[in-house]
């Protein structure tokens, strides 16, 4: 009767809720914690995953030794408890079980008076018959305290060690066994001895029990403790931030970064804000351009208030000032505008009333583009800008991935000097396409989302060939030549300055300034931004991956060697005027809209030499065709342009659209 009324007391306990909330926590590649959020009361929580099994042995010995075999109440312990309290006129041990420890922690109730301690009882005799031992065990482990508002094995494990509890020492082991029941032991700054003591007396208890040798104990007692506390990780902390403001309801998230990467390239962006001045932010984006993982994203020099440290720069729209040029040349060169080596005049010109100027002042007169492009001169570009239009840049840089944004709504000239918004990130996401040959995938950081790929920005043949002209660059001073293709940039005003490169693997961005937008006097990419940049690639990996070969239809020609129509660079109307007998393409006219909805249009030729061969967007589509009337296979949609060369190398072109 009496078993009868003490079941029925057991069954209508009232549980507390078991399931606890614990910190959403962001990983790395490898599952390496990046940053971990605090629960709803500020409380370090954390799942606590895999751990040690020998420190899980050496807590059930030394707490709990029947823990396997009792029903959530030990007799024996609880009348050992009483003797010793009895003989010695105090507490000397508990009697407490590690489920009844369980049921303490769960309902965070007292401890010493009988009415808890009977509550206690009844709780711990309820999750027994409730749930399995090993879920008791793991929410004793979550919910130890550990100090503050440090809860649970793993929580404490990082706290104490900085390491995850999966591998822990004997000593390891024997603190975070003791410090549950050891407060005063459980701030190594203020307490050193106490901690010590209550780490040595799990060691001698586990000695005389034969369950640690002499041995083991020795070394054990000799290894030093912790003279502070770790700090909990918070890398790539603006990154965290927007995953889980993508997704509110996620506990977990894994990304494609690397935590030792990412930590170092934290380290060297506050450097880099540090020696820039006050005020001074900076921004860094690496990623693998093969794949498209993001291996590293830092948002400014650190997560505080100082110099808005809580903007992340990765993301915000800034001019990308003279970032983009390579993106024009690359085009021009598809479009049989340029080639490498023609040349190009760098000298006063007018567009309506658009005249643009060169950063220092100068005129170059005749340069080869490939010069043009390394002393980053803005005459040459807006030149091939204006001949191509700046719709075919924005049209690109929206297929590589890119969200540019135009302050005035429509694209003029100067948007190949800077005069659009663009974020680092794109920036980065644009210059993975360019080593990835003309098209990349997209570069992503969550590695539960499925990977995809840009769309072109240019042909092979001219990522390439924009690839080499900025291997050929002057790299800072001390920096190797050769290794690495970037690019420089300063914006108007000095409020932007940038450094974006790539090797054989990988591809950086580097972005410094003020957040605010005011100007940085004084400040040029060149001498700010590109030495981080050659610095971040010093700090990725030992050594730099070689860059790819020329395409197989790369033509590798000097200026003279070139075709008459590529030797020297002319505007588009008045492009072969001054060639005799050249080819004229009569259908169809530059600026038509036609239908390409049979696979194919006919092309009509007049004057030229043949054999003819016609290039789409730079590609070879026909070659060595007699006739003049041609019927040439179409396959894209929207702005195409249409090159035809005779036998003498003469040409002529069209842009049309195609629907």
Known sequence: MARDRLDAWIDATVLPPVLADTGVEMRDRNGKLLRVYQVGNGIWRLDHGPVDPGFVAMLVRYEDKRFYHHSGVDPLAMLRAAGQALRHGKTVSG?????????????????????????????????????????????????????????????????????????????????????PQAPEARRPDRNMDASKSARDRVLHRLAEQGILSTADVRAA??????????????????????MRAEDPTARQFDTTLD???????????????????????????????????????VGSPAYQPARQGFVDMTRALRSPGSTLKPFVYGLAFDQGLAHPETLIQDSPVMFGRYAPRNFDGQFRGEVRVREALQLSLNIPVVRLTEAMGPVRL???????????????GSPGLAVALGGVGISLN???????????????????????????????????????????????????????????????????????????????????????GRPDGTPVPGAFGGDVAAPV????????KPDFSPLPPPPPATLLLGSAELPPPLQRFRPRNAAFDEIPNAPQLLFPPDGAALSA??????????????????????????????????????????FTTLLVLDAKGQADRATVTLR
């Open 259 to 297: 935590a030792d990467i990412q930590r170092r390239m934290e380290a060297l962006v506050a450097e880099a804000a540090r020696k820039a001045g006050g005020r001074v932010s900076a921004a860094l984006v690496a990623a693998d351009h093969q794949t498209g993982e993001i291996l590293v994203s």
């Open 394 to 408: 924005m049209a690109a840089l929206t297929r590589g991935g890119a969200s540019a944004r135009l302050p005035s």
């Open 533 to 540: 940049l050659f610095e971040a690639f010093g700090r990725l």
């Open 95 to 179: 009697g407490s079980t590690l489920t009844m420890q369980v049921a303490r922690l769960i309902e965070d109730g007292p401890t010493g008076r009988w009415a808890g301690k009977l509550r206690q009882i009844r709780v711990a005799l309820a999750l027994e018959r409730r749930l399995p031992k090993e879920r008791i065990l793991s929410l004793y482990l979550q919910h130890a305290p550990y100090g503050g508002n440090v809860e649970g094995v793993r929580a404490a494990s990082l706290a104490w060690f900085g390491k995850e509890p999966r591998r822990l020492t004997a000593a390891q082991s024997a603190l975070l066994v003791a410090l």
């Open 426 to 512: 794109d920036l980065v996401q644009l210059y993975a396409g360019l080593a990835q040959g003309g098209q990349g995938p997209l570069l992503w950081y969550d590695r539960t989302q499925p990977r995809t790929t840009s769309g072109r920005i240019m042909s092979d043949v001219a990522a390439w060939q924009v690839g080499n002209i900025l291997a050929g660059l002057i790299p800072p001073p001390g920096a190797r030549q050769g290794v690495l293709a970037y690019k420089t940039g300063t914006s108007y005003g000095h409020r932007d300055t940038w450094a974006i490169g790539y090797d054989g693997n990988h591809v950086i961005g580097v972005w410094l």
């Open 597 to 638: 909805e049979d696979g194919e249009i006919t092309l009509k030729l007049r004057g030229g030499a043949a054999p003819f061969s016609v290039l789409v967007n730079g590609e070879p589509v026909v070659t060595k065709s007699p006739l003049r009337e041609i019927a040439m296979p179409v396959t894209g949609r929207g």
């Open 221 to 242: 007692l000799s290894e030093p403790l912790p003279t502070a506390l770790h700090g909990f990780p918070q890398l790539a902390p603006h990154l965290a931030d927007r």
